[in-house]
């Protein structure tokens, strides 16, 4: 089956399925109305917006020139810099540097990047344990799921599902309530840092002035990640940079506001080396492992380059109409939503994907929500464009020849979309909801409203 | 050619085509953006009262415990009262004028990150006594370093969370704090910067909020007059 049968397949399921719409909604509801206090806080959000970015194109724009500085500021501190093309070469980094230490056990704060090279399936291949430490991620681990959300992994999971989840997996669930829920994970994470002889992260912002990786998290795993393993890896894409470290009093607070409708994250940590002469914790060994992964094949679109703006905050997702109804794992991909319908075409080939980009009312929502306006409903419109041009279906080409053909010629579609739609929707239940039905895709589950028996031109036309 | 140059070449001849800055095409005028990042982000008070009073509000949204007092010898009786009611039996801590001078009040044994120490030992710490760098009224955020708190783990590893702060090291806003590391540390910056806003959290069991998921479950203030 391709990927787009499966879209269409799992979104035909999702759709129809009224809890999880439920589910989707309450766990949003509280997010809604505290991000838009957030926002209103702003002296400027607007101008916030632009700000960013303006910055963020100055980064992606000058990406050669930060990168570098970036990289030199890193190693001038003692940390080792890496440079994959590929996802199988990040992972094979990553697993040499284990390979190396001899290491057994691997503890990870949450990652987007190491979903997209599939780091995990690597390590646990090589016969090492890893555990995700973020509870969102470890739920879904323990699932043997993917993220369904950027930002809030377990979104679509009660309190109930996960209760039976650790019952099973961890033979430990003193109830459904979120409090003792949590407990348990902490418990047995805990246990895990200690023996962990390696950690890897992620990271949100990369400062090409000062050479430091930004690493924003709520649990303090990520903390924990970065100061009690011997060696520490940080995965992360070249797009991530900013060019100085003030910009980040911009983008802490802005990526709290939209990603979970906070003034600023729990913990928002710089990390600039391994441990430095003086200091008495903290790895001995830092590896930065930089992915390009066809970020630079996006790069070169120059008309969508700006999807490389992207801080991942997730506020796209969380206001699209058609992520609440299919839902994340749909998709089929690691970044899903407006923003990974635009991305993962390049990132994972037009021909495969290119129908993410029909999954889109064009409603506009996820660009007006963009904290760093990315224009994302334009962006799927190339993007449909795009995949036309690349192949185009003879029978579409037609149907818009003879369309062209009425719409210019003004009685002739007058008389079409008066007289001549009245004329077939007399006729129409005769084949409604039928095979036989030219409106079949919309009728099979939806009413079409019937045509007024005046329009507003006629009406116009006889008023007295 | 190593792999840096692959990546770096394909990155060059991407940008040989260039894109307009956001906005330049726009039928109606963009937002005015600045630089001057103090003027887009939520209002600080201009005086140190309207400062302190934000940092109070900021911290109960939060559930940091803020507290103002007079002097160490308050934060001592403080802390002796949670020793006895909480029975603490080990504490972890840094050196610092402000941490030696109630660490040693306690009479429990502490455990110092400041030279080498064993994990197992600061887990089984009840509390992390630490200074900090400045608390940002904007947010309510510590800013601490592993210079100036002890290491990476002090901070974080402990179930509670105590800062000592001194009264000038109250800051409005994030652009301050950024321009004060700067100039406290120059290009020597500590190998970990970390701004600490409320207890560890998490929301992913049904967004709903539990406090203390890997770190500290309370984290109190002390800001000393």
């Known amino acids: 089956m391709t990927f787009a049968a499966q879209f ?32 209103a806080a702003f002296q400027s959000w607007e101008s916030a917006r632009q700000a960013a970015a303006e910055t963020k194109w100055e980064a992606v724009n000058h990406l050669d020139k930060y990168l570098e500085q970036f990289v030199a500021k890193l190693e001038a501190r003692g940390t080792k810099v890496h440079w994959a093309s590929t996802g199988a070469q990040a992972s094979e980094i990553i697993l040499q540097i284990v390979r190396e230490k001899k290491a057994r056990s691997v503890i990870k704060s949450k990652a987007m990047t190491s979903e997209e090279v599939h780091l995990n399936d690597a390590l646990e291949k090589a016969g090492l344990e890893v555990v995700e430490s973020d509870l969102g991620e470890f739920i879904m681990q323990l699932r043997h799921e993917t993220p369904y959300h950027i930002v809030f992994p377990s979104m679509h999971l009660t ?21 003792d829920l949590t407990l348990v994970a902490r418990r047995v994470l805990r246990k895990k840092y200690v023996q962990a002889d390696l950690g890897i992260t992620g990271a949100n912002f990369a400062i090409a002035e000062t050479g430091m990786v930004s690493i924003t998290e709520n649990e303090g795993n990520a903390r924990l990640t970065a100061a009690l393993p ?19 009093a911009l983008f802490l607070p802005m990526l709290a506001t939209v990603g979970a409708a906070q003034l600023i994250s729990g913990y928002n940590t710089l990390y600039s080396g391994p441990r430095q002469p003086g200091e008495t914790d903290g790895p001995e060994e830092w590896h930065v492992v930089l992915l390009d992964n066809r970020r630079t094949a ?4 120059a008309e969508q380059r700006d999807a490389l703006h992207c801080i991942r905050c997730g506020s796209c997702l969380n206001v699209c109409p058609i992520y609440r109804n299919v839902g994340g794992h749909t998709y089929g991909t690691t970044y899903c939503g407006p923003i990974g319908a635009v991305i993962t075409p390049h990132l994972r080939g037009l021909r495969d994907w290119k129908h993410l980009a029909y999954a889109s009312t064009l409603c506009g929502a996820c660009a007006e929500a963009c904290p760093v306006k990315i224009d994302l409903h334009h962006r799927l419109l190339q993007t449909r464009r795009n995949s036309v041009q690349a192949k185009p279906r003879w029978w579409e080409k037609l149907a818009f020849k003879g369309f062209a053909v009425i719409a210019n010629r003004r009685p002739l579609w007058r008389y079409l979309i008066t007289q001549g739609g009245r004329l077939g929707q007399r006729f129409h239940p005769l084949v409604k909801g039928t095979r036989l039905d030219p409106a079949y895709a919309w009728t099979k589950t939806r009413e079409l409203p019937p045509i007024a028996p005046q329009s507003f031109k006629e009406w116009w036309r006889n008023r007295s | 050619m190593s792999e840096r140059e692959n990546i770096l070449t394909r990155v060059r001849e991407a940008l040989t085509v260039s894109t307009p800055k956001p906005g330049a095409k726009q039928p109606c005028k963009a937002a005015s953006a600045t630089r001057d990042f103090r003027s887009l982000l939520p209002a600080v008070g201009a005086t140190y ?18 507290y103002c007092v007079k002097d160490v010898e308050a934060v001592k009786a403080q802390l002796a009262s949670w020793r006895d009611s909480e029975k603490w039996r080990r504490i972890a801590s840094h050196a610092g004028s402000l941490t030696e001078a109630v660490s040693s009040s306690l009479g429990l044994p502490v455990c110092r990150t400041d030279a080498a120490y064993s994990t197992v030992e600061l887990e089984a710490s009840d509390i992390g006594l630490t200074e900090c760098d400045a608390l940002i009224a904007q947010t309510g955020s510590v800013l601490i370093t592993n210079r100036s708190a002890g290491g990476r783990a002090l901070s974080v590893l402990p179930p509670h969370h105590i800062v000592l702060a001194r009264r000038n090291q109250l800051v409005s806003g994030l652009p301050e704090a950024f321009q004060l590391i700067k100039e406290k540390y120059g290009s020597n910056y500590p190998s970990m910067i970390s701004f600490i806003t409320g207890p560890s959290r998490t929301g992913d069991i049904e967004r709903i909020l539990v406090l203390g998921a890997h770190g500290p479950k309370k984290l109190t203030i002390f800001l000393l007059e």
Request: aromatic share 4%; charged share 35%; glycine share 4%.
């Open chain 1, 230 to 248: 011997k060696t520490m890896i940080t995965l992360l894409g070249i797009e991530k940079v900013l060019p100085r470290l003030e910009d980040l």
């Open chain 1, 8 to 39: 269409l397949k799992q979104a035909r399921v999702m759709t129809a399925d009224l809890r999880h719409r439920q589910i989707i909604r309450t766990a949003l509801r509280n997010y809604e109305i505290v991000r838009d206090q957030r926002k």
């Open chain 1, 159 to 179: 309190r109930g599902e996960i209760r039976e989840l650790f019952q099973k997996e961890l033979g430990d669930a003193p109830s459904d309530n979120p409090e």
């Open chain 1, 298 to 301: 996006l790069l070169a679109d």
């Open chain 2, 49 to 66: 009262e309207e400062q302190l009073a934000l940092f109070r509000a900021n911290s109960a949204d939060l559930k940091t415990d803020f």
